[in-house]
């Protein structure tokens, strides 16, 4: 691989392991100053990060994130998810490998047991503990619910006008909450993920507020451009969608805050190590097509929230270039635990670690992207094929809202590190060419806590026996 693959991250990674011993390792190795050396990884579902806060979003969708991170937390403006998906993209977080790497391109495939999940390379002491609410998270879906020592995926609701389950945001907590409470082991560091749904579409927040967010003037749209899933009857109101998807962004925000609140009280938050990030945006009426993901690179695609909290995290902005790759390095690093110098992510703790030339990847179908500086670079597939058929090149800074492509240009390092990407996916083109690697989701998980109610309306769709 050339210069911006493992070879040479490998050898920066190598360096960087000890450096970051010299760092941080110290207090670490002794469970930190006071340190409980918990972890906390947040991922919140569809979630732009310029419908935050504090990203500049004028609305308040997230108070209790902006609250948060805002003093105390690293804000990194310039975040890549590895996919416009979320079974990849999640699957990058949780292994630092790119979606060719770890092999998870669609829905309902299952990730090999061959491939470290970083709940199985967090030292021995770690209890593991994962909270999912997306159906295609869900162990049928994934077949990760036995790498960690407890996975939650009960998502027993059934999604506005869609055969799709999901948990809200306010059971989710609820669970989590409850594990704390009752199961979690206190003498052994936690490794604690939970992943949010709320903002993915179709948005309506389950339990109707008075809506906090409204608009004067109607912006007439093409309904045919958005998903039919998404489609509210009679709805031609572009603002109207929008209001509703900053809705579920700020009912996920204050379920997240009450688990911000539970994480504090298990021990000084500034020991721990928190960590949030979203799986892939949102178009909202950008490009092609309109309340949708996973179809393009795009930026509002592609971009995500990523913030950091914690011992050994310099608060402030950083505009480095990062990556859900970077995740595992970034935790391994504060467990004190080795990193394979194959993994292509940084520590995202220190700040001189984020190589200044890095490129960052992203894919989505037939569509492949790296980013490097203001430059970004895309090729178009055919699909199960190595047959390139479109090639674009954007200058992000000249035009960030990706409105004209140039003709691909600036041949170097990042564009033989992509084509060569493309040259040795296993499976072409981003589709698996081995339909036994997928699973069908058969049934999904039915809370123990569901209602009767629930249960006969599972059993409506064939869903329970
Ligand atoms: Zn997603």
């Known amino acids: 691989m050339p210069a911006m693959g493992g ?174 409470r009752d199961e979690r082991d206190p003498d052994r560091p936690l490794f604690l993920w939970v992943h949010y749904i709320d903002p993915h579409g179709p948005y309506g927040p389950p339990e109707e507020p008075p809506l906090r967010f409204s608009h004067d003037q109607p912006l007439p749209i093409d309904i045919a451009r958005v998903p039919v899933v998404q489609r509210r009857r009679g709805q031609d109101d572009g603002l109207d969608y929008v209001d509703r998807y900053d809705e579920e962004i700020a009912y996920a925000d204050a379920q997240i805050g009450r688990l911000f609140d539970a994480w504090a009280e298990i021990g000084p938050v500034d020991d721990s190590l928190v960590l949030f990030t979203a799986d892939h945006g949102e178009t909202l009426m950008e490009h092609e097509r309109w309340f949708d993901h996973g179809y393009h690179v795009y930026e509002e695609l592609v971009r995500v929230p990523l913030l950091l909290r914690g011992y050994g995290v310099p608060p402030g902005r950083s505009e480095a270039l990062v990556s859900g790759v970077d995740l595992v390095p970034t935790i391994l690093g504060f467990a004190g635990a080795p990193v ?42 055919r699909q199960g094929r190595r047959e390139i058929m479109d090639r674009r090149f954007y200058d992000l800074a000249r035009d960030p809202g990706e409105q004209s492509p140039e003709p691909w240009q600036q041949e170097g390092t990042t564009t033989r590190w992509l084509l060569e990407l493309g040259e040795r996916d296993p499976d072409p083109g981003g589709y698996p060419h081995d339909p036994r690697r997928g699973h069908k989701l058969e049934a999904p998980k039915i809370s123990p806590h569901a209602t009767p109610e629930q249960l006969e309306q599972l059993r409506a769709l064939g869903y329970v026996e």
């Open 7 to 180: 070879l040479r991250h490998g050898a920066l990674a190598i360096a960087l392991g000890v450096l970051s011993f010299g760092a941080f390792g110290c207090a670490e190795d002794e469970a930190g100053p006071a340190g409980s050396g918990h972890i906390l990884l947040v991922t919140v579902d569809t979630l732009r990060a310029d419908h935050m806060g504090l990203y500049g979003y004028a609305r308040a969708t997230t108070p209790q994130i902006d609250r948060f991170f805002g003093e105390r937390g690293r804000l990194f403006l310039r975040a890549y998810a590895t996919s416009a998906y979320t079974s990849p993209s999640v699957v990058s977080v949780l292994t630092g490998l790119l979606p060719q790497d770890h092999r998870v391109r669609l829905f309902l495939q299952l990730l090999g047991d061959e491939i470290p999940l970083l709940s199985e390379m967090l030292p021995a002491p770690y209890e593991s503990a994962a909270f999912v609410s997306n159906s295609v998270l869900t162990d049928e879906a994934m077949g990760i619910g036995h790498r960690f020592d407890h996975y939650d995926d009960f998502v027993g609701e059934r999604e506005a006008n869609r055969a799709a389950f999901e948990r809200t945001a306010r059971r989710t907590t609820d669970a989590v909450l409850r594990w704390l």
């Open 340 to 381: 394979d110098p194959a993994l292509p992510g940084f520590d995202l703790r220190d700040p001189e670690a984020i190589a200044s030339d890095r490129a960052v990847f992203a894919e989505a179908r037939r569509w492949r992207t790296a980013i490097q500086g203001d430059r970004k670079w895309m090729l178009e597939y």
